[in-house]
């Protein structure tokens, strides 16, 4: 303890979903969390609207993978600062 710390290994028996006996083990956080996606997926819908972006999405018109390395190799995609 030159230093002024510790460095402590504690072992953790406590297990937080020792008492979840409905799955008996099998956790799955994508369940656990579908509500919190569910309020997101909310939240950015109501932002589309707010911004006047909803609706918007068949004006985007997309390129082929191909197409888009070509302009990445022309340097039409290059970064500019001003």
């Known amino acids: 303890m030159r230093d002024g710390f ?16 409905a799955g ?3 956790f799955d ?9 569910a309020a997101a997926k909310e939240i950015c819908k ?8 909803a609706g918007n999405g068949p004006k985007i018109k997309g390129i082929t993978l191909s197409k888009m390395a070509e ?3 022309k340097g039409e995609l290059t970064q500019v600062v001003k």
């Open 6 to 21: 510790a460095k402590t290994n504690a072992r953790i028996d406590h297990d937080p979903f020792a008492g979840n006996t």
């Open 46 to 53: 109501q932002r589309f609207q707010q911004f006047g972006c």
């Open 29 to 37: 956080p994508r369940d656990y969390l579908k509500p919190a996606r």
């Open 24 to 26: 008996q083990g099998a």
């Open 71 to 73: 302009k990445y190799a």
